[in-house]
């Protein structure tokens, strides 16, 4: 079976060829294996958000190699790489990002709309993926009315949508207090056990890192 992630030697540098010039990423490597769920650690402004978009297909590395499940995407064109992104990742940011004038199964649906998913099959999916996390009975409201805990969980199920192979979350639960974070990390977790995709989550909660697979830490540029 072929790796989900793979990052092989990046490197990505800030006003290259400048004398403010700043290396993020030097060499960095790592291996997401399919269905395994690794924990991303390093201090503020270590570059592990850069990290996360040069594997989610969307920022671009200036060497080393990119693929994922065994497909290189570092030499693939913008609609390719734009197509891998839609169909292989899903992604999670510390602030739930949904659209304020769409409902929670909407916001749910739209991601596999774009995907050509018929919109009934669309909506029993975001319906199953919504109960799965506990928020279906919320299914009809909009953001404003939902909890931070239940917008969070709501935009796991985006992530979810159109069942990709890898799952690249920056801090999903760092806008949450501990007693919900927690609660939410529960819901996410078992969300990934149960489809069985990759996880890669970026936390600088060392608690909840400890809960996954394994951890990796960013560090002058490189993963260890």
């Given at each position: 079976?072929?790796?989900?992630?793979?990052?092989?030697?990046?490197?990505?540098?800030?006003?290259?060829?400048?004398?403010?010039?700043?290396?993020?990423?030097?060499?960095?490597?790592?291996?997401?294996?399919?269905?395994?769920?690794?924990?991303?650690?390093?201090?503020?402004?270590?570059?592990?958000?850069?990290?996360?978009h040069?594997?989610?297909?969307?920022?671009?590395?200036?060497?080393?190699?990119?693929?994922?499940?065994?497909?290189?995407?570092?030499g693939?064109?913008?609609?390719?790489?734009?197509?891998?992104?839609?169909?292989?990742?899903g992604?999670?940011?510390?602030?739930?990002?949904?659209?304020?004038?769409?409902?929670?199964?909407?916001?749910?649906?739209?991601?596999q709309?774009?995907?050509?998913?018929?919109?009934?099959?669309?909506?029993?999916?975001?319906?199953?993926?919504?109960?799965?996390?506990?928020?279906?009975?919320?299914?009809?409201?909009?953001?404003?009315?939902?909890?931070?805990?239940?917008?969070?969980?709501?935009?796991?199920?985006?992530?979810m949508?159109?069942?990709?192979?890898?799952?690249?979350?920056d801090?999903?639960?760092?806008?949450?207090?501990?007693?919900?974070?927690d609660k939410?990390?529960?819901?996410?977790?078992?969300?990934?056990?149960?489809?069985?995709?990759?996880?890669?989550?970026a936390?600088?909660?060392?608690?909840?890192?400890?809960?996954?697979?394994?951890?990796?830490?960013?560090?002058?540029?490189?993963?260890?």
């Amino acid at each position: 079976m072929s790796n989900a992630l793979k990052l092989d030697a990046v490197s990505k540098t800030y006003n290259r060829g400048k004398p403010n010039a700043l290396k993020v990423l030097d060499g960095a490597s790592l291996t997401l294996e399919a269905g395994e769920v690794v924990a991303l650690v390093a201090p503020s402004g270590a570059g592990k958000s850069t990290l996360l978009h040069i594997a989610g297909l969307l920022d671009s590395c200036d060497g080393g190699q990119v693929s994922i499940g065994g497909t290189d995407m570092t030499g693939l064109s913008d609609a390719r790489r734009t197509a891998a992104r839609r169909e292989e990742i899903g992604f999670i940011y510390q602030f739930h990002h949904l659209l304020p004038e769409f409902s929670a199964i909407e916001n749910v649906v739209l991601p596999q709309l774009a995907n050509a998913v018929p919109e009934h099959a669309a909506r029993e999916h975001a319906m199953q993926l919504l109960a799965r996390v506990g928020v279906d009975h919320r299914a009809n409201n909009r953001p404003a009315q939902l909890s931070g805990g239940e917008q969070q969980r709501v935009a796991f199920c985006r992530a979810m949508a159109n069942k990709p192979r890898v799952l690249l979350a920056d801090e999903p639960t760092g806008n949450l207090d501990p007693a919900t974070s927690d609660k939410v990390f529960e819901a996410l977790m078992e969300l990934v056990r149960e489809t069985g995709l990759s996880a890669l989550i970026a936390t600088h909660n060392l608690e909840l890192a400890a809960r996954m697979d394994r951890i990796v830490r960013l560090e002058n540029g490189q993963l260890a």
